[in-house]
Nanobody, 115 residues
Framework: QVQLVESGGGLVQPGGSLRLSCAVSRSIDSFYAMAWYRQAPGKQRELVAH???????TYGDSVKGRFTFSRDDAKNTLYLQMSTLKPEDTAVYYCFTAGVRGNYWGQGTQVTVSS
């Protein structure tokens, strides 16, 4: 069973930055797709950033130009750098991986943007 553990969430003021991390218990090179999703209270889960091999990254319209997906294969870790945060970015953020043996989700990390 693959485990994904997010960290780095918290409370930040509007305009601030945060970097989320997702530690994966298996080599991330074994997955053909990786992503970050978020879910705000009362809303559906939405795609934030999606990476698919060989190297295509796409972003949700609401975060383009502000969020950046990255990965460190040596550490088996995914990252989401978030900048110029807005109150509407408040949500639980989840990492996700997809491989031939299955799809996996982390437990989520809360991000709250408020003054």
């Amino acid at each position: 069973q693959v485990q994904l553990v997010e960290s780095g969430g918290g409370l930040v003021q509007p305009g601030g930055s945060l970097r989320l991390s997702c530690a994966v218990s298996r080599s991330i090179d074994s997955f053909y797709a990786m992503a970050w999703y978020r879910q705000a209270p009362g809303k559906q889960r939405e795609l934030v950033a999606h990476f698919i091999k060989p190297g295509i990254t796409t972003y949700g319209d609401s975060v383009k130009g502000r969020f950046t997906f990255s990965r460190d294969d040596a550490k088996n870790t995914l990252y989401l750098q978030m900048s110029t945060l807005k109150p509407e970015d408040t949500a639980v953020y989840y990492c996700f991986t997809a491989g031939v043996r299955g799809n996996y989700w982390g437990q989520g990390t809360q991000v709250t943007v408020s003054s």
